[in-house]
Structures are given as structure tokens and as C-alpha cells.
Nanobody, 126 residues
Framework: QVQLVESGGGLVQSGGSLRLSCAAS????????IGWFREAPGKEREFVAA????????LYADSVKGRFTISRDNAKNTVLLQMSSLKPEDTAVYSC???????????????????WGQGTQVTVSS
């Protein structure tokens, strides 16, 4: 089992940057694939980015491709989401999620992930 805690959210102007962090507990973090999702008021949770257990593969939603970068440091049990060129439509609660697998494929479906953090608020002002 793994516990996830997100941090790094906040208020930023349009065009700005933020870096979100997902810190995980447990000694087997390197066996988990991680995904980032976001949920805006009145909208369904949507996929943002994912990374495989060893960082070998990544996947991005079309809406963030070229602006967001996901990375991981297994020695620090941390996954980062670097967000640049932020837009007001990026405003949402961002959550990271984990599932124990060493498959080389990334998954965007919420059903794939077994563990979820509480989320961190990102607000982009226009």
C-alpha cells in the first residue's frame, strides 16, 4: 500500500508556472505507476499525465502536451508535475494516483489507479 500527498499548488497568473509534487510513503514506490488528474468545479475528473514505474514512458493529455512535464525520482519517492504557460482553464484540484505495476505502458483511466491523494488547488488568473 502507498499513501500520496500532493503539494505545490497555488494562485498564479496566466502564462506563469507551478511545480506540483506528489510524495509517497512506502518502500516499494519504484514499483508504482503514477498518474496526475485534475477536477474543476462542475466538471468530471480528467487525466493530465502519467509516468511508468521507472520513468521510461510518459503520457500526456492533449490539452497539456508541450506545457506540462511529468518526472519522478524513485530515490526520493517523489513525482513532479512541472506546469508552464498556464491558462485559466487549467484551474482545478490536481491529484496524483498510483497503482502497483511494472508494465511499460501508461494509462489514463481513473479505474486503473488504486491509490489517490487528497489533491492540491491550482488557480490560474486571467
Amino acid at each position: 500500500q502507498v499513501q500520496l500527498v500532493e503539494s505545490g499548488g497555488g494562485l498564479v497568473q496566466s502564462g506563469g508556472s507551478l511545480r506540483l509534487s506528489c510524495a509517497a510513503s512506502g518502500h516499494t514506490f519504484s514499483s508504482y505507476a503514477i498518474g496526475w488528474f485534475r477536477e474543476a468545479p462542475g466538471k468530471e475528473r480528467e487525466f493530465v499525465a502519467a509516468i511508468t514505474w521507472n520513468g521510461g514512458n510518459t503520457l500526456y493529455a492533449d490539452s497539456v502536451k508541450g506545457r506540462f512535464t511529468i518526472s519522478r525520482d524513485n530515490a526520493k519517492n517523489t513525482v513532479l508535475l512541472q506546469m508552464s504557460s498556464l491558462k485559466p482553464e487549467d484551474t482545478a484540484v490536481y491529484s496524483c494516483a498510483a497503482t502497483r505495476t511494472r508494465t511499460p505502458r501508461c494509462y489514463s483511466g481513473t479505474d486503473y489507479y488504486a491509490y489517490w491523494g487528497q489533491g492540491t488547488q491550482v488557480t490560474v488568473s486571467s
